[in-house]
Protein backbone atom coordinates (compact mmCIF):
# COMPACT_ATOMS: atom_id res chain seq x y z
CA UNK A 1 0.00 0.00 0.00
CA UNK A 2 2.00 3.00 -1.65
CA UNK A 3 -0.12 6.03 -1.39
CA UNK A 4 2.53 8.06 -0.97
CA UNK A 5 5.90 7.29 -2.34
CA UNK A 6 9.29 9.15 -2.18
CA UNK A 7 10.79 6.74 -4.96
CA UNK A 8 14.45 8.40 -4.08
CA UNK A 9 15.83 6.81 -0.96
CA UNK A 10 18.63 9.63 -0.99
CA UNK A 11 19.97 13.08 -2.14
CA UNK A 12 23.04 14.30 -1.81
CA UNK A 13 23.82 18.39 -2.62
CA UNK A 14 26.49 20.70 -1.90
CA UNK A 15 25.93 23.56 1.18
CA UNK A 16 24.88 26.73 -0.75
CA UNK A 17 22.98 24.89 -4.01
CA UNK A 18 19.27 23.44 -4.02
CA UNK A 19 17.93 20.24 -2.58
CA UNK A 20 14.64 19.21 -4.20
CA UNK A 21 12.84 16.38 -2.65
CA UNK A 22 10.43 14.54 -4.55
CA UNK A 23 6.94 13.28 -3.70
CA UNK A 24 4.00 11.25 -5.43
CA UNK A 25 0.53 10.58 -4.36
CA UNK A 26 -2.20 8.14 -5.42
CA UNK A 27 -5.13 8.94 -3.39
CA UNK A 28 -7.47 11.23 -4.46
CA UNK A 29 -8.70 11.83 -1.11
CA UNK A 30 -5.57 13.35 0.40
CA UNK A 31 -5.75 17.55 0.32
CA UNK A 32 -2.98 18.50 2.80
CA UNK A 33 0.19 17.54 2.29
CA UNK A 34 3.34 18.19 5.07
CA UNK A 35 6.70 17.76 4.71
CA UNK A 36 8.34 16.79 8.79
CA UNK A 37 12.24 16.47 9.25
CA UNK A 38 13.54 13.74 11.15
CA UNK A 39 16.91 13.38 13.31
CA UNK A 40 18.32 10.01 14.41
CA UNK A 41 16.62 9.66 17.65
CA UNK A 42 14.37 12.22 17.58
CA UNK A 43 10.85 12.33 16.79
CA UNK A 44 9.49 13.76 13.14
CA UNK A 45 9.61 17.68 12.88
CA UNK A 46 6.90 19.95 11.68
CA UNK A 47 8.49 21.77 8.37
CA UNK A 48 6.23 23.27 6.22
CA UNK A 49 2.64 22.28 4.37
CA UNK A 50 0.20 22.65 1.69
CA UNK A 51 -3.30 22.81 1.01
CA UNK A 52 -4.68 21.50 -1.93
CA UNK A 53 -5.87 25.08 -2.98
CA UNK A 54 -3.10 26.05 -2.78
CA UNK A 55 0.09 25.18 -5.62
CA UNK A 56 2.95 26.87 -3.84
CA UNK A 57 3.75 27.91 0.18
CA UNK A 58 6.81 29.01 1.00
CA UNK A 59 8.43 29.82 4.28
CA UNK A 60 12.17 31.26 4.39
CA UNK A 61 14.47 28.71 2.77
CA UNK A 62 11.69 26.15 2.27
CA UNK A 63 9.24 26.36 -0.45
CA UNK A 64 6.88 23.21 -1.22
CA UNK A 65 5.17 23.01 -4.59
CA UNK A 66 1.98 21.02 -5.25
CA UNK A 67 0.90 19.73 -8.68
CA UNK A 68 -3.07 18.38 -8.27
CA UNK A 69 -3.36 16.87 -11.64
CA UNK A 70 0.04 14.92 -11.57
CA UNK A 71 -0.42 14.34 -8.14
CA UNK A 72 3.14 15.39 -7.48
CA UNK A 73 5.03 17.72 -4.81
CA UNK A 74 8.19 18.77 -4.08
CA UNK A 75 10.03 20.44 -1.07
CA UNK A 76 12.72 22.94 -2.58
CA UNK A 77 15.82 24.28 0.12
CA UNK A 78 17.46 27.42 -1.27
CA UNK A 79 20.58 27.47 -0.15
CA UNK A 80 20.69 24.16 1.37
CA UNK A 81 22.85 23.73 4.67
CA UNK A 82 24.67 21.29 6.16
CA UNK A 83 22.46 21.45 9.43
CA UNK A 84 19.49 20.45 7.09
CA UNK A 85 21.14 17.06 6.70
CA UNK A 86 18.31 14.41 7.91
CA UNK A 87 15.61 12.25 6.62
CA UNK A 88 12.51 14.57 5.49
CA UNK A 89 9.44 12.86 4.76
CA UNK A 90 6.27 13.63 2.78
CA UNK A 91 2.62 13.06 4.66
CA UNK A 92 -0.70 13.21 3.36
CA UNK A 93 -3.94 13.68 4.65
CA UNK A 94 -7.97 14.19 3.51
CA UNK A 95 -9.27 17.53 5.03
CA UNK A 96 -11.40 17.18 8.27
CA UNK A 97 -10.74 16.73 12.04
CA UNK A 98 -8.72 14.23 13.75
CA UNK A 99 -7.29 13.04 9.82
CA UNK A 100 -4.48 10.52 9.79
CA UNK A 101 -1.35 10.97 8.28
CA UNK A 102 0.19 9.23 5.97
CA UNK A 103 3.48 8.86 5.54
CA UNK A 104 6.21 7.80 2.37
CA UNK A 105 9.38 5.90 3.23
CA UNK A 106 11.67 9.41 3.54
CA UNK A 107 14.54 10.75 1.99
CA UNK A 108 18.10 10.99 3.56
CA UNK A 109 19.52 14.31 2.72
CA UNK A 110 22.91 14.79 2.72
CA UNK A 111 24.40 18.33 2.36
CA UNK A 112 28.21 19.05 2.14
CA UNK A 113 30.21 21.34 3.41
CA UNK B 1 8.18 26.05 23.52
CA UNK B 2 5.23 23.37 24.02
CA UNK B 3 6.51 19.84 22.99
CA UNK B 4 5.03 16.04 23.18
CA UNK B 5 6.81 14.35 25.48
CA UNK B 6 7.34 10.55 25.53
CA UNK B 7 8.47 8.10 27.87
CA UNK B 8 10.36 6.07 28.62
CA UNK B 9 12.76 6.44 25.64
CA UNK B 10 13.74 3.12 25.43
CA UNK B 11 11.47 -0.03 26.63
CA UNK B 12 13.21 -3.86 26.27
CA UNK B 13 10.81 -6.26 27.48
CA UNK B 14 10.30 -10.21 27.39
CA UNK B 15 7.41 -11.31 24.73
CA UNK B 16 4.31 -11.71 26.17
CA UNK B 17 4.76 -9.19 28.34
CA UNK B 18 2.48 -6.32 29.07
CA UNK B 19 3.95 -2.83 28.58
CA UNK B 20 2.83 0.98 28.24
CA UNK B 21 4.04 3.35 26.91
CA UNK B 22 3.15 6.76 28.04
CA UNK B 23 2.82 10.79 26.34
CA UNK B 24 2.06 13.88 27.55
CA UNK B 25 0.48 15.66 24.61
CA UNK B 26 0.98 19.40 24.20
CA UNK B 27 -1.52 21.11 26.69
CA UNK B 28 -4.48 22.66 24.69
CA UNK B 29 -4.39 19.93 21.74
CA UNK B 30 -7.52 17.92 21.13
CA UNK B 31 -6.74 15.01 18.94
CA UNK B 32 -3.79 12.43 19.82
CA UNK B 33 -2.23 10.15 17.83
CA UNK B 34 -0.24 6.78 18.25
CA UNK B 35 2.01 6.02 14.85
CA UNK B 36 4.81 3.55 14.63
CA UNK B 37 7.99 3.34 12.73
CA UNK B 38 9.57 -0.60 12.35
CA UNK B 39 13.10 -0.46 11.52
CA UNK B 40 14.02 0.40 7.71
CA UNK B 41 10.19 1.31 6.81
CA UNK B 42 7.74 3.87 7.07
CA UNK B 43 5.99 5.45 9.65
CA UNK B 44 2.34 3.98 10.00
CA UNK B 45 -0.47 5.02 11.68
CA UNK B 46 -2.15 3.12 14.88
CA UNK B 47 -4.54 4.97 16.09
CA UNK B 48 -6.10 8.37 16.82
CA UNK B 49 -8.11 9.89 19.69
CA UNK B 50 -10.85 12.50 20.18
CA UNK B 51 -13.10 13.28 23.19
CA UNK B 52 -12.02 10.32 25.48
CA UNK B 53 -12.75 7.99 22.50
CA UNK B 54 -11.08 6.40 19.74
CA UNK B 55 -11.55 7.90 16.39
CA UNK B 56 -9.95 5.93 13.68
CA UNK B 57 -7.89 2.96 14.51
CA UNK B 58 -5.51 1.12 11.63
CA UNK B 59 -5.42 -2.75 11.32
CA UNK B 60 -2.47 -2.74 12.96
CA UNK B 61 -4.52 -1.88 15.90
CA UNK B 62 -5.62 -5.29 17.04
CA UNK B 63 -7.34 -6.21 20.32
CA UNK B 64 -4.08 -6.56 22.13
CA UNK B 65 -3.56 -2.68 21.58
CA UNK B 66 -5.58 -0.36 23.78
CA UNK B 67 -5.06 3.92 24.43
CA UNK B 68 -6.47 5.55 27.22
CA UNK B 69 -6.13 9.28 28.74
CA UNK B 70 -6.60 8.26 32.24
CA UNK B 71 -6.30 12.36 33.08
CA UNK B 72 -5.97 15.49 31.60
CA UNK B 73 -2.21 15.41 30.31
CA UNK B 74 -1.27 11.79 29.78
CA UNK B 75 -2.21 9.06 26.75
CA UNK B 76 -0.91 5.72 27.03
CA UNK B 77 -0.48 2.76 24.67
CA UNK B 78 -0.80 -0.45 25.95
CA UNK B 79 -0.01 -3.72 24.47
CA UNK B 80 -1.14 -6.60 26.48
CA UNK B 81 0.92 -9.20 25.40
CA UNK B 82 4.24 -8.33 23.34
CA UNK B 83 5.15 -10.43 20.54
CA UNK B 84 8.38 -9.63 18.54
CA UNK B 85 6.98 -7.90 15.69
CA UNK B 86 5.95 -5.46 17.72
CA UNK B 87 9.60 -3.94 18.02
CA UNK B 88 9.43 -0.74 16.27
CA UNK B 89 9.71 3.10 17.69
CA UNK B 90 6.16 4.61 18.86
CA UNK B 91 5.44 7.99 17.77
CA UNK B 92 3.13 9.90 19.60
CA UNK B 93 1.17 13.11 18.42
CA UNK B 94 -1.13 15.97 19.24
CA UNK B 95 -2.34 18.41 17.26
CA UNK B 96 -5.33 21.29 18.05
CA UNK B 97 -7.10 20.82 14.98
CA UNK B 98 -7.08 18.65 11.77
CA UNK B 99 -3.81 20.42 10.49
CA UNK B 100 -0.12 20.24 11.61
CA UNK B 101 0.31 17.41 13.83
CA UNK B 102 3.23 17.44 16.31
CA UNK B 103 5.42 14.23 16.95
CA UNK B 104 7.09 13.36 20.11
CA UNK B 105 10.83 12.20 20.06
CA UNK B 106 9.56 8.25 20.33
CA UNK B 107 9.77 5.26 23.24
CA UNK B 108 12.01 2.54 21.02
CA UNK B 109 9.86 -0.99 21.75
CA UNK B 110 12.46 -4.05 21.89
CA UNK B 111 10.91 -7.46 22.40
CA UNK B 112 12.87 -10.49 23.24
Known amino acids: DQQVKQNSPSLSVQEGRISILNCDYTNSMFDYFLWYKKYPAEGPTFLIS?????DKNEDGRFTVFLNKSAKHLSLHIVPSQPGDSAVYFC????????????FGKGITLSVRP | EPEVTQTPSHQVTQMGQEVILRCVPISNHLYFYWYRQILGQKVEFLVS????????KSEIFDDQFSVERPDGSNFTLKIRSTKLEDSAMYFC??????????FGAGTRLSVL
Open chain 2, 93 to 102: ASTPNWEIQY
Open chain 1, 91 to 102: AASPTGANSKLT
Open chain 2, 49 to 56: FYNNEISE
Open chain 1, 50 to 54: ISSIK
